[in-house]
T-cell receptor, first 114, second 113 residues
Framework: NAGVTQTPKFRILKIGQSMTLQCTQD?????MYWYRQDPGMGLKLIYY???????DKGEVPNGYNVSRSTTEDFPLRLELAAPSQTSVYFC?????????????FGPGTRLTVT | DQQVKQNSPSLSVQEGRISILNCDYT??????FLWYKKYPAEGPTFLIS?????DKNEDGRFTVFLNKSAKHLSLHIVPSQPGDSAVYFC????????????FGPGTSLSVIP
């Protein structure tokens, strides 16, 4: 079991470029999430998905898009990158047991936009 | 408005002593609370959780206490070990939206040998 994997680990983008952050989980979890963590801040929810074909906005969705065509994959798309999107991005999943919602996180992608 | 607060950005403790990390929340709908631990360059990992029907949950050296009336929880680590040095995030969710978890800003714990 690899758990939650993310690629790439690091990336430097120029302002206005686009990229896709990949996230895959092999635990057959229905719920998947994208967070960003800025220095000194907690994790902010960008988008989440409760199953294939279903996505919803979190707290900070502007400038991002997601899709969920399979249970395993939940890519995050950045269009027209801006310096404000410099952050560490974490993907997570959980299997959602009622009353028990422990999330499993990937190792993160460190993105710098210059 | 921060719904989950961790007012101490950092904490230093001697090895073998007790570490107490605090967390306050404002949303009275929260009924499930979790603590995550994060090492540098890694994703957070789940540590311990507590439901609002309990006031204490223990797992080895880690105990979480919940005071619902004060909207306060704390994580106790006894005894503290150098390997416990990490950032600890408090998180909360509500029965009406278990699919969303709100994280606090984290407390960086340093355990000094």
């Amino acid at each position: 079991n690899a758990g939650v994997t993310q690629t790439p680990k690091f990336r430097i983008l120029k302002i206005g470029q686009s990229m896709t952050l990949q996230c895959t989980q092999d635990m057959n979890h229905n719920y998947m999430y994208w967070y960003r963590q800025d220095p000194g801040m907690g994790l902010k929810l960008i988008y989440y998905s409760v199953g294939a074909g279903i996505t919803d906005k979190g707290e900070v969705p502007n400038g991002y898009n997601v899709s969920r065509s399979t249970t395993e994959d939940f890519p995050l798309r950045l269009e027209l990158a801006a310096p404000s999107q410099t952050s560490v991005y974490f993907c997570a999943s959980n299997g959602y047991l009622a009353g028990g919602n422990e999330q499993y996180f990937g190792p993160g992608t460190r993105l710098t936009v210059t | 408005d921060q719904q989950v607060k961790q007012n101490s950005p950092s904490l230093s403790v001697q090895e073998g002593r007790i570490s107490i990390l605090n967390c306050d929340y404002t949303n009275s709908m929260f009924d499930y609370f979790l603590w995550y631990k994060k090492y540098p360059a890694e994703g957070p990992t789940f540590l311990i959780s507590i439901s609002s029907i309990k006031d204490k949950n223990e797992d080895g050296r880690f105990t979480v206490f919940l005071n619902k009336s004060a909207k306060h929880l704390s994580l106790h680590i006894v005894p503290s070990q150098p390997g416990d040095s990490a950032v600890y995030f408090c998180a909360a969710s509500a029965k009406t939206s278990y699919d969303k978890v709100i994280f606090g800003p984290g407390t960086s714990l340093s355990v000094i040998p």
